[in-house]
Nanobody, 117 residues
Framework: QVQLVESGGGLVQAGGSLRLSCAAS????????MGWYRQAPGKQRELVAD???????HYADSVKGRFTISRDNAKNTVYLQMNSLKVEDTAVYYC???????????WGQGTQVTVSS
C-alpha cells in the first residue's frame, strides 16, 4: 500500500549536478530513517547516504563533500543533492524509508543517474 516515488534522475556531464527526490504516499506507519542506495551494473548495492528523523546524516566515503541528503518529515520526502558528479556515480538510485515500529523497509522504484565524460 505504501509507495515511494522517485524523481530527478537523468543524464548529466561530469562535474554537473542533479537533485533526486523521493516522496512516500499511502498509509504510512512512523518512519524513522530515510536514505539512498545505488547499484551499478555488476556491482553490489551500496548505501550512499541516510538521515534520521532528527536530521543526523551519514554519507559513504565516496560521496562525502559532494552529496547532501535532506528530508521533510511532514511530507515524508527525502532529497539527495548531488554535486560534482563523477562517471563512477552512474547507477540506479533507490530511496528507502525505514519504520522500526512497523518492522518494515519501504523501497522506491529506482531512478537512473548517468554521468558522462
Amino acid at each position: 500500500q505504501v509507495q515511494l516515488v522517485e524523481s530527478g534522475g537523468g543524464l548529466v556531464q561530469a562535474g554537473g549536478s542533479l537533485r533526486l527526490s523521493c516522496a512516500a504516499s499511502g498509509s504510512i506507519f512512523s518512519i524513522n530513517a530515510m536514505g539512498w542506495y545505488r547499484q551499478a551494473p555488476g556491482k553490489q548495492r551500496e548505501l550512499v547516504a541516510d538521515i534520521n528523523a532528527g536530521g543526523i546524516t551519514h554519507y559513504a566515503d565516496s560521496v562525502k563533500g559532494r552529496f547532501t541528503i535532506s528530508r521533510d518529515n511532514a511530507k515524508n520526502t527525502v532529497y539527495l543533492q548531488m554535486n560534482s558528479l563523477k562517471v563512477e556515480d552512474t547507477a540506479v538510485y533507490y530511496c528507502i524509508a525505514v519504520s522500526l515500529q512497523a518492522g518494515v523497509d519501504y523501497w522506491g522504484q529506482g531512478t537512473q543517474v548517468t554521468v558522462s565524460s
